[in-house]
């Protein structure tokens, strides 16, 4: 049986992750506040879209390794790749208020109780299992597929776009969290490109997260997550991002920015090369070769 082109594989996984997304939202409602409803949304369409992509990865790739395939190798050094992911996410929030230091102000305010204790426990985990969800929605099945269709770049520019319709019923958003939103996909899809795998792009997604709203306190993505730390910026809204934070600014232009620029050393020169996965092809079948994959993650 002829498998269906790339492309069609690429429209078909996209339907499939907007239904299953519509399916989770139905009964769990969950609403912006990074909640338990918020958290078990993300961890049942997350599990839902990772065994629908393993189905389509054997059935229509013939993979066999379909999480590898995915995305999601076991053969790099997962934890290390998102643990490196983690810092460097919370490094380029840093950055970003930096930036807004020097022209504006940061304040924070610290509370604790065990009741805060809880809930930023559920805020972490919530915004652990969403990253992930969206890496693998995003930069997984469909991404790859899209990539043998037209191309590395104009794949990275689509997804980048597609990467701000999720998000635009945030509070607060408007054109230059729309441009920021985009430039994280473009930099999100590029940890993916050197590395051949999510998790190094999984860790600096949420450790970004984490940082401006666990460590920092600040809205994330226009999403207010009350916690021990509660943070406060003065500014322009062109640097701070207004109601939307950081995101929205030029603060998180630069911050953006400094990390493309860190990532290609960082992946190049300080992780191990056992942190680069395989090429996709090497975990399917030899009776279904696939289309060459070259253009994805080569190391030079």
């Known amino acids: 049986m002829r498998r269906p082109r790339p492309f069609w594989r690429f429209l078909l996984a996209t339907v499939v992750v907007s239904l299953i997304n519509v399916l989770v939202f139905v009964p769990l409602r969950p609403g912006p506040a990074l909640d338990a409803r918020s958290l078990a949304f993300s961890a049942v369409a997350l599990a839902l879209t990772l065994t629908t992509f393993s189905v389509m ?23 290390r790749l998102a643990a490196i992911g983690l810092l460097y996410g919370a490094l380029m929030v840093t950055f970003a208020l930096l930036s807004v230091a020097a ?10 109780t065990m009741s ?18 969206e890496e693998v929605a995003f930069r997984g099945y469909p991404f790859h597929r899209l990539i043998e269709s037209i ?19 945030n ?24 590395t051949r795998s999510l998790w190094l792009g999984w860790g600096i997604h949420a450790g970004w997260n984490a940082a401006l709203s666990v460590m920092y306190g600040l809205n994330v993505s226009g999403v207010d997550a009350p916690g021990i730390v509660n943070g406060s910026m003065s500014g322009p809204g062109w640097l701070t991002g207004g109601a939307y934070g950081v995101e929205a600014g030029i603060s998180g232009t630069v911050a953006l920015a400094i990390g493309f620029a860190g990532l290609f050393p960082l992946v190049r020169r300080l992780l191990p090369p ?10 399917v079948s030899e009776e279904a070769p696939m289309a060459d994959n070259s253009a994805i993650g080569s190391r030079s």
């Not at 022209?103 to 604790?112: L, N, P, S």
């Not at 985990?125 to 969800?133: I, N």
């Not at 056992?274 to 975990?283: I, L, Q």
């Open 57 to 79: 990865s054997r059935r229509l790739d013939r993979a066999t390794r379909p999480l590898a395939y995915i995305g999601l190798p076991a053969s790099v050094p997962r934890g």
């Open 103 to 112: 022209i504006g102000g940061v304040t924070f305010q610290v509370q604790f």
């Open 116 to 133: 805060i204790l809880a809930t930023v426990v559920v805020q972490l985990a919530a915004l652990a299992f969403a990253a992930m969800h």
């Open 151 to 169: 191309g590395t770049v104009p794949a990275v520019l689509c997804y980048a776009a597609m990467f701000v319709l999720p998000h635009l019923g």
């Open 171 to 194: 509070p607060g958003v408007g054109p230059g969290a729309m441009i920021n939103t985009a430039a994280a996909g473009a930099f999100f899809a590029t940890s993916y490109l050197l």
């Open 274 to 283: 056992t942190a680069v996965a395989p090429r996709v092809e090497t975990y």
